[in-house]
């Protein structure tokens, strides 16, 4: 077999800007595709942070069971992940990314029949493991069509879904609230709405996306073969680091991938525990309807979409990656942390300056995994990380609906939440960013 040569050998002085071409028409096509699906994806996966009070009122669900619910889905999500995304590398993106598509709409649109506590259980873990692959599916993708000096900007603008989602989940969902009608309340209606788009969705996303660049039309026989030619030199230069096959325990056992799993864990667990809790802050501020509750919750998302460009930018210019992560980070733990000091109004604008700092930590935190990681691992290992980390999602509402049914404040919740920033910060300097070591050779 051929081996596979870099850009630059195969295409002479020419292979820059055909590289740079191929790539433009890659991010065109697939980036805002995946954009708009992780805002359907965030929107069914945070959208019962809107309805909190009508569950309790026509479910009767009270604050622990509300928290509890809201993070089963990351325990479906974290059981399924790994296998999803193995799953991915043998079907395809394609066919794949529409099966998950598929069965998290429907899945989504069952909540609408939530008559108990155990349904209102059973529909959030089977939505998370419906979910589960979509996001390391993604990240994957990337590293198979994107060369690594791409991937980082892209997932800056993949990660802008998320911020996208919150902004726009409040109006959308406020405003699918007030329908009434058809024997179904308004909750109803929201979760039946927003479950059906991404089923609909899904049908696009089959005639749209390519399993591989060799099956991309849409570029020429030059870029497809320069895009695959240069990710495989890329990977070419890893194999001389690192042998082929590195056994499941081995993974398990290198520091590293340990590091990555808790940074993640840490910025989840402040991004849901705001993500869930801030509409029932923002119902305390004042007697606002859902549309205006949605509203205000938009607000610390937009703001934190301007930072997780800002940030990502600086990181581009001035290097030094885990430094502009810890820096995010800290951020984040002031905003959590002084979110205690005031009223409802103070939390609320305490957690606007959270929101700089734990979604830009979010989107500078997967370039280091994705530098040091073998893409012959890298879709299971990313795959581990996102579901150990998304754990997070699991432990801070959860918590969070314990504390305030026990005690009547989350007060001791937040404090956790800017601790656990810290720690993150410190950690990340140990986050290497080099090729995979050799170090776990050693370990298999």
């Given at each position: 077999m051929e081996t596979p040569q870099p850009a630059a050998s195969a295409t002479g002085a020419a292979a820059p800007t055909v590289l740079q071409q191929a790539v433009a028409k890659i991010k065109q096509r697939v980036l805002p595709l995946f954009v708009i699906m992780f805002i359907v994806n965030y929107i069914d996966?945070?959208?019962?942070?809107?309805?909190?009070?009508?569950?309790?009122?026509?479910?009767?669900?009270?604050?622990?069971?509300?928290?509890?619910?809201?993070?089963?889905?990351?325990?479906?999500?974290?059981?399924?992940?790994?296998?999803?995304?193995?799953?991915?590398?043998?079907?395809?993106?394609?066919?794949?990314?529409?099966?998950?598509?598929?069965?998290?709409g429907l899945a989504a649109?069952?909540?609408?029949?939530?008559?108990?506590?155990?349904?209102?259980?059973?529909?959030?873990?089977?939505?998370?493991?419906?979910?589960?692959?979509?996001?390391?599916?993604?990240?994957?993708?990337?590293?198979?069509?994107?060369?690594?000096?791409?991937?980082?900007r892209a997932m800056a603008i993949f990660l802008s879904g998320s911020a996208l989602a919150s902004i726009l989940s409040g109006p959308i969902s406020g405003g699918l609230l007030q329908i009434d009608g058809g024997g179904l309340q308004g909750w109803q209606w929201m979760f039946i709405i927003e479950g059906l788009a991404s089923v609909v969705l899904c049908g696009f996303v089959w005639f749209w996306l390519d399993s591989r660049p060799a099956d991309?039309?849409?570029l020429t026989q030059s870029e497809r073969d320069l895009i695959g030619n240069t990710i495989a030199a890329e990977q070419a230069e890893r194999e001389k680091i690192k042998p082929a096959h590195i056994s499941t325990w081995a993974l398990l056992r290198d520091s590293q991938i340990?590091?990555?799993?808790f940074i993640y864990f840490s910025i989840s667990l402040t991004i849901y525990g705001a993500t869930f809790w801030l509409p029932s802050i923002i119902r305390k501020m004042g007697a606002y309807s859902d549309f205006q509750v949605g509203l205000f919750?938009?607000?610390?998302?937009?703001?934190?979409?301007?930072?997780?460009?800002?940030?990502?930018?600086?990181?581009?210019?001035?290097?030094?990656q885990q430094a502009w992560a810890a820096a995010a980070l800290i951020i984040a733990?002031?905003?959590?942390?002084?979110?205690?000091?005031?009223?409802?109004?103070?939390?609320?604008?305490?957690?606007?300056?959270?929101?700089?700092g734990f979604k830009a930590a979010s989107s500078l935190f997967w370039p280091l995994p994705q530098a040091y990681l073998d893409a012959r691992i890298a879709a299971g290992v990313i795959a581990l990380i996102n579901s150990i980390g998304n754990l997070g999602g699991f432990v801070a509402p959860t918590t969070f609906g314990f504390l305030e049914q026990r005690t009547g404040s989350i007060q001791g919740g937040l404090y956790a939440l800017a601790t656990t920033s810290v720690v993150a910060a410190v950690v990340v300097f140990f986050a290497r960013t080099a090729a995979y070591s050799t170090a776990i050779a050693g370990n298999k």
């Open positions: 996966r945070v959208n019962i942070g809107f309805v909190r009070s009508h569950l309790a009122t026509d479910v009767g669900i009270g604050t622990a069971a509300y928290g509890l619910g809201a993070g089963l889905f990351f325990v479906g999500y974290a059981l399924f992940e790994v296998p999803s995304n193995l799953l991915l590398q043998r079907f395809g993106a394609k066919a794949w990314l529409t099966r998950i598509m598929a069965t998290w649109t069952a909540m609408a029949f939530v008559n108990s506590e155990t349904t209102f259980y059973v529909l959030r873990f089977l939505l998370g493991a419906a979910e589960a692959g979509f996001f390391p599916g993604v990240i994957y993708y990337f590293t198979q069509w994107l060369p690594a000096s791409e991937r980082g991309a039309k849409w340990v590091i990555f799993c919750n938009s607000i610390p998302w937009i703001i934190s979409i301007i930072a997780m460009y800002l940030f990502a930018s600086l990181a581009a210019r001035f290097k030094f733990a002031i905003g959590m942390y002084v979110s205690t000091f005031g009223g409802p109004v103070f939390a609320f604008v305490s957690i606007c300056f959270a929101a700089v």
